[in-house]
């Protein structure tokens, strides 16, 4: 079965900058968008960014100007550059791969943004 699996997390300062990667293990065809959401202690989780097929981008208010997302279709890889960081956006981030049949998750991994 195919998965996806992240990296790039870790603990950055305030005003710092990670760049998380999403990658599948396996071919998934007919992703028609990919997107990184994040959940933070006690909250729900919530979407971040997404990126369709066609390199169009949607972001949350609370992150746009400072996140970037980007996608490698040939590699079947999505990345998100976080630049000036905040405390608030401290949470686990997790991608996902949107097919016409189902959506594919990752694990998870964790930002911790702090001084």
């Known amino acids: 079965q195919v998965q996806l699996v992240e990296s790039g997390g870790g603990l950055v300062q305030p005003g710092g900058s990670l760049r998380l990667s999403c990658s599948a293990s396996?071919?998934?065809?007919?992703?028609?968008?990919m997107a990184w959401y994040r959940q933070a202690p006690g909250k729900q989780r919530e979407l971040v960014a997404t990126?369709?097929?066609?390199?169009?981008?949607n972001y949350a208010a609370s992150v746009k100007g400072r996140f970037t997302i980007s996608r490698d279709n040939a590699k079947n890889t999505v990345y998100l550059q976080m630049n000036s960081l905040k405390p608030e956006d401290t949470a686990g981030y997790y991608c996902?791969?949107?097919?016409?049949?189902?959506?594919?998750w990752g694990k998870g991994t964790l930002v911790t943004v702090s001084s």
């Open positions: 396996g071919s998934i065809s007919g992703v028609v968008a």
């Open positions: 990126i369709s097929r066609d390199g169009s981008t």
């Open positions: 996902n791969f949107r097919t016409w049949a189902i959506d594919y």
